[in-house]
């Protein structure tokens, strides 16, 4: 069975970064997507950042510029680098995966993802 278990959230001021870890185990489609989603109380889980089999990433358009993904990441470990921090970032984050490999346009939908993390706060004041 698939399993993501993020870390390193925390609280921070603004303009601040953090680094968040995901730790993902079990069988992956090789062309499975996997990356971060986030969301506050009373809103829809929002897109952040993904990468596709291939590693190429999609961002969506509040965190351009100010997060990324890192290359190189560990194995079995994907990261999310989040620089610039500001208050409307803070939200519960999760990491994701789905089981098929998809569309760019389609890569930021949480509908299309299958497994999910616990979540990790981040709290930028």
């Known amino acids: 069975d698939v399993q993501l278990v993020e870390s390193g959230g925390g609280s921070v001021q603004d303009g601040g970064s953090l680094r968040l870890s995901c730790r993902y185990s079990?069988?992956?489609?090789?062309?499975?997507?996997i990356g971060w989603f986030r969301q506050v109380p009373g809103m829809e889980r929002e897109g952040v950042a993904i990468i596709d089999g291939d590693g190429f990433p999609t961002y969506g358009d509040s965190v351009k510029g100010r997060f990324t993904i890192p290359k190189g990441n560990g194995k079995l470990t994907l990261s999310l680098q989040m620089d610039s921090l500001k208050p409307e970032d803070t939200a519960v984050y999760y990491c994701a995966a789905s089981y098929r490999d998809l569309r760019t346009r389609y890569r930021l939908l949480s509908s299309n993802y299958n497994y999910w993390g616990q979540g990790t706060q981040v709290t930028v004041s």
């Open positions: 079990g069988y992956f489609y090789l062309r499975s997507c």
